[in-house]
Antibody, heavy 122, light 109 residues
Framework: QVTLRESGPALVKPTQTLTLTCAFSGFSLSTFGMCVSWIRQPPGKALEWLALIDWDDDKYYSTSLKTRLTISKDTSKNQVVLTMTNMDPVDTATYYC??????????????WGQGTLVTVSS | QSVLTQPPSASGTPGQRVTISCSGSSSNIGSNTVNWYQQLPGTAPKLLIYSNNQRPSGVPDRFSGSKSGTSASLAISGLQSEDEADYYCAAWDDSLIGVFGGGTKLTVL
């Protein structure tokens, strides 16, 4: 059974750096073809893909956010970490991690965490 | 402004068939697989259709997907009240990013 769980601060101040952790079980990110993505959803708005890391440690980032995002993995701990710098109130959203397909199926998110709401406010 | 284009809303009465469209380009839908997600209020999205037209285990066969060129569609037949949700399409883009549609809010009248 695949499970994912996001954790991190519920409140961050503008200009601070956000660090989110995705702890997962039921698969290994060292297995060929495995990937994990981060996706966010501002309140009442659409889903937005942020970043992906694959089994080979290749990393991909949203074009508009790439200068602020860093994704990394700790295979031994079954964790993926996302950092986002220079947080702004517009970054207020529920942040999800999801197991992701590979190759032409990297838009396939077959298991999701429950999400963690991050509010950016002074 | 989402890369994939979906109608913001759709509606139908119980038992009806409803379709939701998703329009993209040659770099995303045209060359990669399309996936659909159902998001019930207050919950995380759930994979509904993958690889254009495949249903994960547990998804009723009332849900079906199709793709033609740079567009895709999700069809829901025998509409039920519990189908009221937001629906999103997603795909990989050859520019090496993930892309979503803006979402369609389905109302069961």
């Amino acid at each position: 059974q695949v499970t994912l769980r996001e954790s991190g601060p519920a409140l961050v101040k503008p200009t601070q750096t956000l660090t989110l952790t995705c702890a997962f079980s039921g698969f290994s990110l060292s297995t060929f073809g495995m990937c994990v993505s981060w996706i966010r959803q501002p309140p009442g708005k659409a889903l937005e893909w942020l970043a992906l890391i694959d089994w080979d440690d290749d990393k991909y980032y949203s074009t508009s956010l790439k200068t602020r995002l860093t994704i990394s993995k700790d295979t031994s701990k079954n964790q993926v970490v996302l950092t986002m710098t220079n947080m702004d109130p517009v970054d207020t959203a529920t942040y999800y991690c999801a197991r992701t397909g590979s190759g032409s199926s990297r838009g396939q998110f077959d298991s999701w965490g429950q999400g963690t709401l991050v509010t950016v406010s002074s | 402004q989402s890369v994939l284009t979906q109608p913001p809303s759709a509606s139908g009465t119980p038992g009806q068939r409803v379709t939701i469209s998703c329009s993209g380009s040659s770099s995303n839908i045209g060359s990669n697989t399309v996936n659909w997600y159902q998001q019930l209020p207050g919950t995380a999205p759930k994979l509904l259709i993958y690889s254009n037209n495949q249903r994960p285990s547990g998804v009723p066969d009332r849900f079906s997907g199709s793709k033609s060129g740079t567009s895709a569609s999700l069809a829901i037949s025998g509409l039920q009240s519990e189908d009221e949700a937001d629906y999103y399409c997603a795909a990989w883009d050859d520019s090496l990013i993930g892309v979503f549609g803006g979402g369609t809010k389905l109302t069961v009248l």
